[in-house]
Nanobody, 117 residues
């Protein structure tokens, strides 16, 4: 059974930093892309960042480029999202997603990030 467990969310002041982690277990062998999505109240879920299996192909939403960095530690089955220079508009529930490109598409339960003074 696949499980994705996020951690690292919390309350931070504008300009601060947080590091999210997503630990994956039960994944079958194969190449898959890992992404972080977020959803704020009253808004649609949006893709924040994604990375391929090798970790050398990343993609970011324009709103977070230069501030967020996605990375993965395959040995520990962990995906990270380093978030710097946080803004109030970054407040949302952040969820981890693993997609094999076929029917295998998995989600974590999400972690709340709140940016407020």
């Amino acid at each position: 059974q696949v499980q994705l467990v996020e951690s690292g969310g919390g309350l931070v002041q504008p300009g601060g930093s947080l590091r999210l982690a997503c630990v994956a277990s039960g994944l079958s062998a194969g190449r898959y892309r890992v992404s972080w999505f977020r959803q704020a109240p009253g808004r649609e879920r949006e893709l924040v960042a994604s990375v391929n299996s090798e970790g050398d192909d990343t993609d970011y939403a324009d709103s977070v480029k230069g501030r967020f960095t996605i990375s993965r530690d395959n040995a520990k089955n962990t995906i990270f999202l380093q978030m710097n220079s946080l803004k109030t508009v970054d407040t949302a529930v952040y969820s981890c997603n693993v997609n094999f490109g076929d029917w295998r598409n998995y989600w974590g339960q999400g972690t709340q990030v709140s940016v407020s003074s």
